[in-house]
């Protein structure tokens, strides 16, 4: 079984706390990505698993063994960069087989391995090339290869896809897609674009400042964020947020009751009020906020409609076809079950 446990882990530069202690379960064959802004400490995390750092707190687990002091190569884990790491003089088909380097294989074993990596990721004719004769989408095919070739446990990806153009990474997140299918080794994928994170995913851990703020499927985190924090990270473009308050016992926006429930609400608790983009109605009879456009952003078949409203900043999600103008005063309503409502102090969400 390749299921990997992180307990409590934790990880200090100095008097610099990066990690304050992650706990996860990570099922064996689960594709697990980590998701967060730039330093919230994604990378560390990987790197410990991988046992390229110490850890200075805490367990890892891997396959139910404790693989703290243990090396990376013992670790039965194989890790893909960034920037692939790949030879430069070395053939597709060395640069693969260098995965190996340590096994302990037959030859034919090596070469039955190197042949079905090279199967699986389409590249059996790109074998005898040197990596300046691929594409970018190519070398890190290569660079996974190496990794696949040794079969391991735990894949580790750090941002594998983030050097690649737009439409090569599009294609890429879609192969390592398939491929998890097609293998099902158990996966954790690093990166801080979080179209990957859901795109891919079984479940998103959403990291920040050194915490985990919710881990779960994808489908899960955006329909019920655990906190502000969350519902603003995950979606794009980011729920709108504005200040809400409660009187009479009714949630207010501005001067308009909302029919929401405030049975798990204590009475005095200030409130924030959020409603993605797409869940705004366009001139509904029943509104819950007017604005009036200042921006628009056509993007093919839909518009961003940017507006000023007397909560402040709303941004929605129109048509591609004869979108509000710039200037039109429009009114926007929402389902009762498309509201979201935090603790304005906390973050947290009020469910
Ligand atoms: N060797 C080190 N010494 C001191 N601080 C470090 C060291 N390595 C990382 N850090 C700090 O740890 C924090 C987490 O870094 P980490 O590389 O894990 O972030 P990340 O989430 O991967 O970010 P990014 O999206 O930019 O790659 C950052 O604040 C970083 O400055
Ligand atoms: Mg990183």
Same mark, same amino acid.
């Given at each position: 079984m390749a299921n990997l446990t992180l307990k409590d882990l @934790?990880?200090?530069?100095?008097?610099?706390e990066v990690l304050h202690? $992650?706990?996860?379960? #990570?099922?064996?064959?689960?594709?697990? +990505?980590? =998701?967060?802004?730039?330093?919230?400490?994604?990378?560390?995390?990987?790197?410990?698993? %991988?046992?390229?750092? /110490?850890?200075?707190?805490?367990?890892?687990?891997?396959?139910? &063994? =404790?693989v703290n002091n243990l090396e990376p190569r013992d670790r039965d884990i194989a890790m893909v960069f960034q920037n692939y790491a790949i030879y430069p003089h070395m053939s597709v088909k060395k640069n693969i087989?260098?995965?190996?380097?340590?096994?302990k294989l037959s030859k034919p074993e090596k070469e039955a391995r190197i042949q079905d990596v090279a199967a699986i990721l389409d590249m059996v004719d790109l074998l005898e090339r040197k990596p300046n004769q691929l594409s970018g989408g190519q070398r890190q095919r290569v660079a996974i290869g190496r990794a696949m070739v040794r079969d391991p446990a735990v894949f580790l990806f750090d941002e594998p896809l983030s050097n690649l153009d737009a439409q090569l990474r599009t294609q890429m997140r879609l192969e390592i897609k398939k491929l998890h299918q097609r293998v099902g080794n158990t996966i954790v994928f690093v990166t801080h674009?979080?179209?990957?994170?859901?795109?891919?995913?079984? &479940? *998103?851990? *959403?990291?920040?400042?050194?915490?985990i703020q919710q881990v779960g499927p994808p489908e899960q985190v955006y329909r019920t964020p655990a906190n502000i924090? #969350?519902?603003?990270?995950?979606? %794009?473009?980011?729920?709108?947020?504005? /200040?809400?308050? *409660?009187?009479?016992?009714r949630v207010m926006l501005g001067d308009v009751a909302l029919p929401l429930s405030l049975a798990? #609400?204590?009475?005095?608790?200030?409130?924030? $009020?959020? +409603? &993605?983009?797409?869940?705004? @109605?366009?001139?509904?009879? /029943?509104?819950?906020?007017?604005?009036?456009?200042?921006l628009r952003e056509p993007l093919g078949p839909e518009t961003l409609l940017y507006l000023s409203s007397d909560l402040g900043a709303v941004i929605v999600?129109?048509?591609?076809?004869?979108?509000?103008? =710039?200037g039109d005063r429009i009114a926007l309503g929402a389902l009762a079950e498309n509201i979201h409502l935090f603790d304005a102090t906390s973050g947290e969400a009020l469910v």
């Amino acid at each position: 079984m390749a299921n990997l446990t992180l307990k409590d882990l @934790q990880k200090s530069y100095g008097k610099t706390e990066v990690l304050h202690g $992650i706990n996860l379960e #990570v099922k064996d064959g689960e594709f697990v +990505v980590f =998701v967060g802004p730039s330093g919230c400490g994604k990378s560390t995390t990987l790197r410990l698993i %991988a046992g390229l750092e /110490d850890a200075s707190g805490g367990d890892i687990e891997i396959g139910g &063994r =404790v693989v703290n002091n243990l090396e990376p190569r013992d670790r039965d884990i194989a890790m893909v960069f960034q920037n692939y790491a790949i030879y430069p003089h070395m053939s597709v088909k060395k640069n693969i087989a260098f995965g190996l380097r340590t096994s302990k294989l037959s030859k034919p074993e090596k070469e039955a391995r190197i042949q079905d990596v090279a199967a699986i990721l389409d590249m059996v004719d790109l074998l005898e090339r040197k990596p300046n004769q691929l594409s970018g989408g190519q070398r890190q095919r290569v660079a996974i290869g190496r990794a696949m070739v040794r079969d391991p446990a735990v894949f580790l990806f750090d941002e594998p896809l983030s050097n690649l153009d737009a439409q090569l990474r599009t294609q890429m997140r879609l192969e390592i897609k398939k491929l998890h299918q097609r293998v099902g080794n158990t996966i954790v994928f690093v990166t801080h674009d979080q179209v990957e994170a859901m795109t891919m995913a079984d &479940r *998103i851990v *959403i990291m920040k400042g050194g915490h985990i703020q919710q881990v779960g499927p994808p489908e899960q985190v955006y329909r019920t964020p655990a906190n502000i924090f #969350v519902a603003q990270f995950i979606g %794009a473009p980011s729920m709108n947020i504005w /200040d809400g308050e *409660i009187k009479g016992g009714r949630v207010m926006l501005g001067d308009v009751a909302l029919p929401l429930s405030l049975a798990h #609400v204590k009475a005095g608790t200030p409130l924030k $009020i959020g +409603v &993605r983009p797409d869940d705004l @109605q366009l001139g509904s009879a /029943d509104p819950i906020l007017h604005g009036t456009v200042s921006l628009r952003e056509p993007l093919g078949p839909e518009t961003l409609l940017y507006l000023s409203s007397d909560l402040g900043a709303v941004i929605v999600r129109a048509p591609g076809k004869n979108p509000p103008e =710039v200037g039109d005063r429009i009114a926007l309503g929402a389902l009762a079950e498309n509201i979201h409502l935090f603790d304005a102090t906390s973050g947290e969400a009020l469910v």
